[in-house]
């Protein structure tokens, strides 16, 4: 059984600092969701102008899943606090006064 088994991990990272936080933690067996923004999701996405999930985003998003919450809504504000108690872990990597 894989050393996180169990663990829940809510992530609201971009880019590599934070998905290789938690790509490490999924890899220990933890279940990661991410959370995106609507239409466009994680920039990194559409990193070097890819048309489609680039190879950047698939490598330090793998073994996760993602959800999609619009925090300039109050409903996705909303969500997002109501989501939080569900997991053992947050982490965030966003400037200060986003979240």
């Known amino acids: 059984m894989p050393a996180l088994d169990g663990m829940r991990v809510l992530d609201m990272t971009q880019y590599e600092a934070g998905t290789a936080c938690t790509q490490a933690l999924a890899w220990l067996g933890a279940d990661v969701v ?6 466009v999701g994680d920039p990194a996405r559409g990193a070097f102008n890819s048309s489609t999930d680039s190879e950047y985003f698939v490598n330090w998003n793998s073994n996760k899943r993602s959800v999609t919450v619009d925090l300039q809504k109050a ?8 989501m939080v108690p569900h997991y053992e872990v947050f982490i965030e990597n966003y400037g200060p006064g986003v979240i």
Request: proline share 7%; charged share 50%.
């Open 34 to 39: 991410k959370v995106e923004r609507p239409e």
């Open 75 to 82: 409903e996705g504000r909303q969500l997002l606090l109501d």
